[in-house]
């Protein structure tokens, strides 16, 4: 198990920044990757940006690039996204998920996930 919690959300101006932090404790490994996705009313989880534990390798879905930052802290063992830029469509409840070895952008590959933190972002 790898429990992870987020935090950071909430409700942002169009061109604001907030940044998220997921916190992962238990038994984490160094292979593990770590990612974002996000939730809007209606639609399906969206892939958001991942980054391998070693920092060496993220990715990050078009719509967030130049605007979203992922990052880690190994010695916290927390991953933050830096969102800049925000913009109404980027309402959603943002979930934190981990998974060993490989990337992937498919959610259902994923294997721990957090509860979720909302990001409203007014226009």
């Known amino acids: 198990q790898v429990p992870l919690v987020e935090s950071g959300g909430g409700l942002v101006q169009a061109g604001g920044s907030l940044r998220l932090s997921c916190a992962a404790s238990g038994r984490t490994f160094s292979s593990i990757v770590m990612a974002w996705f996000r939730q809007a009313p209606g639609k399906e989880r969206e892939f958001v940006a991942a980054i391998t534990w070693s920092g060496a390798s993220t990715w990050y879905v078009d719509s967030v690039k130049g605007r979203f930052t992922i990052s880690r802290d190994n010695a916290k063992n927390t991953v933050y996204l830096q969102m800049n830029s925000l913009k109404p469509e980027d309402t959603a409840v943002y979930y934190c998920?981990?998974?060993?070895?490989?990337?992937?952008?498919?959610?259902?590959?994923?294997?721990?996930w957090g509860a979720g933190t909302q990001v409203t972002v007014s226009s």
């Open positions: 998920a981990a998974r060993p070895n490989y990337y992937t952008n498919r959610a259902s590959a994923y294997d721990y």
